[in-house]
Structures are given as structure tokens and as C-alpha cells.
């Protein structure tokens, strides 16, 4: 079965720290997808990033980059110089994929709660 | 614009009276599902569906119904809602299967509250 966990259940620091959230995963198929997504007071669910498993390449998105990393199962987010609109809860995800090519519904972490104080 | 609407946003029952959760989506998705959020247990899937007239449960199905009659609607029915049903639930679409495409786009959430 699949599993995500996120260790960190609350992280804060001050504003323009870099902060690094850590996810870690568990499946037994070649084929998966990760995600994250970010949840802010509002409560909505933003979409930040999906990760197929056979792309181990690293990505940059201004001031946010992740680190996909097969051999330790992670798949960790780093938000550079932080600011507090960053605040939010986010969500690392794991989806497999499913026979015909397509993937099978989101797997969650319990989140990470990131607190920027100014 | 593209969008995944529910309605309502927030409603308060009590126990054992029928509702409905309405979901809808304008962007031509196959996939659609539904997730509960609850504290320290991070979202978990309820019901999913492939496509028109073809569900199946997630982790969480118990007390739940879903029906798929056309694309863009996929309601969540609590038949007999009780305590424990007291959540935040999110309907999500996505392309579906085979498009290559696998984000799922997250309605603004509904909150209910069963006395």
C-alpha cells in the first residue's frame, strides 16, 4: 500500500529564512506520480507540483525548488527567502499509476504547517 | 474560467437527516472524486469516479453514496449523516486516465457539521 508521511507537523521561521519541508513516500509500483499542494487560511487547495517517478530531475519555480531524490523514497520542497504569504499548510501526495496509463486517486501526508513571522 | 464549484459551502445538520453534496466541473474532466479532511489525519479519498456511471470507493467510503450520471456533476450523498461525518470535504477533477495529465483541481471545500 501506498503511504506518504510528512514528519514535520509544524515549522516556523522568520521571514526571508529558507525553509525546507520534507516528504517521504512508500510504494511498491515503478510508476507513481508526487505532488504537492498548499493549502492557505482560506482554506483552498493550490496545486504546486507534480513529479512523475521516471523524472528524477530537480525543479525551479522562482523562489520555490523541489528535490526528488528515488534512492531515499523523497521528495522534499525548499521555499528560498520565505515571506509570509507562504503561510499555509502544505501537502505532499502520491498517486500510482493504474492499468490503461492513467493514475489512481491522491495518497496524503497529514501536511506540514509553515508559520512565517515577519 | 475553469473551475470545480460545490455547493454549499457550509452547513450544519443533525444526525440522520439525508443530504446532499453537490459538485461540479466545467473542464470536460473524466476523473472526479471526493476527499475528507480532518485533523492530523491529512485528506483521505472517499469515492472516485472514472468516468460517466462508473465509481468505486477510496479509503473512506462508509456512510457515503456517489452518483456519475452526466461528466460534470458528481454528488456526495450522506444517506444517514452522523457526528463523525464532521469534516471539511473537497471534490478534485482531473483529465483522467490516459491523458497524461494527472493534477487534480480541488473545489473551495465544504464544510459540514453533524449534531
Known amino acids: 500500500a501506498q503511504k506518504v508521511t510528512q514528519a514535520q507537523t509544524e515549522i516556523s521561521v522568520v521571514e526571508k529564512e529558507d525553509v525546507t519541508l520534507d516528504c517521504v513516500y512508500e510504494?511498491?509500483?515503478?510508476?507513481?506520480?508526487l505532488f504537492w499542494y498548499k493549502q492557505p487560511p482560506s482554506g483552498e487547495l493550490v496545486f504546486l507540483i507534480r513529479r512523475n517517478s521516471f523524472d528524477e530531475q530537480n525543479e525551479i519555480s522562482g523562489r520555490y525548488s523541489w528535490n526528488f531524490q528515488k534512492s531515499t523514497s523523497s521528495f522534499n520542497f525548499t521555499i528560498t527567502a520565505s515571506q509570509v504569504v507562504d503561510s499555509a499548510v502544505y501537502f505532499c501526495a502520491l498517486s500510482e499509476a493504474v492499468s490503461g496509463g492513467g493514475a489512481d486517486g491522491l495518497t496524503f501526508g497529514k501536511g506540514t504547517h509553515l508559520i512565517i513571522q515577519p | 474560467e475553469a473551475q470545480v464549484t460545490q455547493n454549499p459551502r457550509y452547513l450544519i445538520t443533525v444526525t440522520g437527516k439525508k443530504l446532499t453534496v453537490t459538485c461540479s466541473q466545467n473542464m470536460n474532466h473524466e476523473y472526479m472524486s471526493w476527499y475528507r479532511q480532518d485533523p492530523g489525519l491529512g485528506l483521505r479519498q472517499i469515492y472516485y469516479?472514472?468516468?460517466?456511471?462508473?465509481?468505486d470507493k477510496g479509503d473512506v467510503p462508509e456512510g457515503y453514496k456517489v452518483s456519475r450520471k452526466e461528466k460534470r456533476n458528481f454528488p456526495l450523498i450522506l444517506e444517514s449523516p452522523s457526528p463523525n461525518q464532521t469534516s471539511l470535504y473537497f471534490c478534485?477533477?482531473?483529465?483522467?486516465?490516459?491523458?497524461?495529465?494527472?493534477?487534480?483541481?480541488f473545489g473551495p471545500g465544504t464544510r459540514l457539521t453533524v449534531t
Open positions: 510504494t511498491r509500483d515503478t510508476t507513481y506520480y
Open positions: 478534485a477533477s482531473s483529465l483522467g486516465v490516459g491523458s497524461g495529465s494527472y493534477e487534480q483541481y
Open positions: 469516479s472514472m468516468n460517466v456511471e462508473v465509481t
